[in-house]
């Protein structure tokens, strides 16, 4: 997923003179393609993140097509400010790459992990929010990106989690992509990361179909319709807070347009207690695949029971 | 007529204040000479176009002055009498901050600290683009406090901005009040030359001087960006308002209106 997004990158600067990519002094390695391709088109902007966001929309304005690439823990959640006031309020199209979401930087610590990004990103006017889940979607969704005239958050967790598709995709915004088909008792929405999660789950013997969401806002309320149609509850996965994430802004559509149980599997409202790896950092948080089996488990057999629900405490 | 008069600028402001029962004369009024000199004499625009490829930008980064802009672009046509004179009427176009979207109007700013580095990028856009447009920001004293304002400096010394000329309004207060007694800035000339500026200081209410100083900065492409350090007093027109913090925030009556405009009236 990192070749492909670096693939991904060199094209587009090769395409497009005016693109230009900014870094707020992160990238290490990653960017070596693209330094050696088109170094003119690299800016590195030093560890000032704020300044690098206003200096976008100024390039931008000049007729540029800035990329701005950060750790998602700064770019957007650090700036969101100057991407509201300097970015969206102009519609400019810039593209915020937010690297390492979720728990990919386990053992940094909490200032490093980004699980508030989907939620902060998704309230802005006019700002689109894309999430793909291996290298496939990652291309699709970079050129959705550089296609928009508006500004757009591109969002990359972990990524060396293996393909979900068999090959290349075709995105448009606002698509949810059907993965494995199921019985029609039910459905699993995952984004990014937790794909292959849901995949994981479904292999092992869950009767569910699996859906990936690589964009996020907007999202397709006539897919999602047709999906409540059939199904008889949903379970949203995301590495990210179930405050304003996918699980969020599902629960908020299907609301609308045909209520089923959803069930929302993400980060509760706490931080990181330990330092970890990434494995362990899901296990903290319940959500390896074992514990979010469990959990669906709880889930389901509320729904057939048609007991009360016993919410978590923290949700 | 003399255009960009002084004068006449502040009393686009103080009616405009007046009829919108607006606040934030005090700013205004400290930057008004800056804007009439380069509008008058120093920023290449296309008067028929406020978007014009290849224009002067003038961005407004201390978005509390913005009447002072206001009555600018009213004075170039591209705001009406109707936008003047219902200031801060329910669905007008004219904020109390600037904005974007109104013709002539640079960035988004008031939220202070972003207007620099906007206009960071449009100099670095100019230079990508080869084109030899100036980029001039103004920026309050009280600003200076915001981080982002140090980032920008740094950045614009880094890529050789020598198109980008930041000038600051010191009026030596800010909102709540002295700079002194709220975050001393000290010698601030001297903090912009150790950033990599070539920084002046002069009296921002003297129009000669500051035209001096401008024209002296433009013609220096040496791969430094310039700093104009602008002397000014925060009310600068009307005796009761100079020097008064209160004029941050109050209203005119009409007693205090009438006051303010026999004042501007009496002067040439």
Redesign the interface.
């Known amino acids: 997923m990192r070749k492909a997004f670096s693939d991904a990158l060199v094209a587009a600067a090769l395409a497009d003179p005016k693109v230009l990519l900014l870094t707020g002094d992160h990238g290490y390695a990653l960017f070596d393609a693209f330094r050696k391709a088109c170094p003119n088109q690299y800016i590195n902007?030093?560890v000032?993140e704020?300044?690098?966001?206003?200096?976008?929309?100024?390039?931008?304005?000049?007729?540029?097509r800035p990329i701005v690439y950060g750790l998602a823990a700064f770019v957007p959640v650090r700036v969101l400010?100057?991407i509201k006031?300097?970015v969206c309020?102009?519609e400019l199209p810039v593209v915020f790459i937010g690297d390492g979401a979720g728990f990919v930087y386990g053992q940094l610590g909490s200032s490093h992990q980004s699980t508030e990004d989907i939620a902060c990103a998704r309230a802005l006017p006019g700002l689109t929010v894309l999430s793909p889940a291996d290298r496939f979607e990652l291309t699709a969704a970079f050129q959705l990106a550089c296609e928009q005239v508006s500004p757009v958050y591109l969002r990359l967790g972990k990524s060396d989690r293996g393909d979900v598709h068999a090959g290349p995709v075709k995105l448009s915004v606002g698509v949810l992509l059907k993965i494995r088909g199921g019985s029609g008792k039910g459905a699993l929405i995952a984004t990014g990361s937790m794909v292959r999660t849901a995949l994981d789950i479904v292999d092992a013997g869950l009767d569910a179909e699996v859906w990936s969401a690589p964009t996020i806002k907007p999202i397709d309320g006539k897919i999602l319709g047709e999906i409540c149609r059939r199904v008889n509850w949903l379970v949203v996965l995301e590495e990210h807070s179930v405050m304003g994430g996918l699980g969020a802004c599902i629960a908020e559509t299907v609301t609308m347009i045909r209520p089923v149980p959803v069930c929302r599997i993400g980060v509760e409202d706490r931080f990181s207690e330990f330092c970890g790896s990434y494995e362990y950092l899901l296990r903290e948080h319940r959500l390896d695949t074992e514990s979010v089996k469990q959990r669906i488990a709880g889930f389901l057999s509320a729904v057939d029971g048609e007991q009360n629900f016993d919410f978590p405490q923290a949700v | 007529m003399k255009k960009f008069d002084p004068n006449r600028i502040r009393r686009i402001i103080l009616d405009m204040a007046y009829s919108g029962a607006t606040v934030h004369i005090g700013c205004a009024f400290s930057i008004v000479e800056v804007l009439a000199v380069l509008y008058r004499d120093h920023l290449r625009l296309d008067v028929a176009d406020p978007r014009s490829k290849g224009r002067d930008y003038m961005v407004l980064s201390k978005g509390h002055g913005i009447m002072a802009q206001y009555a600018c672009l009213y004075e170039l046509g591209w705001l009406s009498q109707a936008d003047i004179g219902n200031y801060f009427k329910d669905g007008t176009r004219l904020k109390g901050l600037a904005d974007v979207h109104v013709p002539g109007v640079e960035a988004t700013a008031g939220s202070l600290g972003h207007g620099l580095s906007v206009a960071v990028g449009l100099a670095l856009a100019a230079k990508l683009n080869k084109t030899d447009q100036a980029c001039y920001v103004l920026i309050g004293d009280g600003e200076l406090n915001e981080g982002p304002i140090w980032e920008g400096l740094l950045f614009a010394a880094q890529f050789k901005l020598d198109n980008l000329i930041v000038i600051v309004d010191k009026n030596d207060f800010q909102a709540m009040g002295s700079t002194e007694e709220v975050m001393g800035l000290g010698d601030v000339e001297a903090k912009f030359a150790a950033f990599g500026f070539d920084a002046i200081t002069l009296d921002g209410h003297h129009e000669p001087a500051l035209d001096a100083g401008l024209r002296a900065l433009r013609a220096m492409r040496n791969g430094r960006p310039k700093a104009i350090v602008a002397n000014t007093v925060k009310g600068k027109g009307v005796t009761f308002m100079e020097h008064n913090n209160a004029w941050h925030y109050t209203r005119l009556s009409p007693e205090t209106y009438q006051a303010a405009l026999a004042e501007l009236e009496i002067r040439p």
Do not use: K, P, S
Not at chain 1, 50 to 64: S, T, Y
């Open positions: 902007c030093g000032a704020q300044n690098m966001v206003g200096v976008a929309a100024g390039l931008a304005r000049g007729g540029f400010e100057q006031v300097d309020h102009e």
